[in-house]
């Protein structure tokens, strides 16, 4: 399984980043695809999900602002973030859980800062 995250930078307040995930070694349509963030100093938490089925989930600091979507044609998940704040800085990766394993991304660097 490899998942490759791409699309992070720098943005100023308010400004808006779109993610990308790119799955391959897996039967994409039948996975969870979720997307998790690191800040320096903090714990890896999860900012949003989304089923086989298309159905998402968001934390409570990201919902309204965030959407993950997918194309399962293309084995891709992604992460649109809009009204971004500083405290979104952190580095963000994609994950799926397959036969009771977590695959990680590398990680993209989404840095919000004026």
């Known amino acids: 399984v490899q998942l490759q995250a791409s699309g992070g930078g720098l943005v100023q307040p308010g400004g808006s980043l779109r993610l990308s995930c790119a799955a391959s070694?897996?039967?994409?349509?039948?996975?969870?695809m979720n997307w998790y963030r690191q800040a320096p100093g903090a714990q890896r938490e999860l900012v949003a999900g989304?089923?086989?089925?298309?159905?998402?989930t968001y934390a409570d600091s990201v919902k309204g602002r965030f959407t993950i979507s997918r194309d399962n044609a293309k084995n891709m998940a992604y992460l649109q973030m809009n009204s971004l704040k500083p405290e979104d800085t952190a580095i963000y990766y994609c994950?799926?859980?397959?036969?009771?394993?977590?695959?990680w991304g590398q990680g993209t660097q989404v840095t919000v800062s004026s």
């Open positions: 070694g897996i039967f994409f349509n039948y996975y969870e």
């Open positions: 989304i089923s086989s089925g298309g159905s998402p």
């Open positions: 994950h799926v859980r397959r036969n009771g394993f977590n695959y």
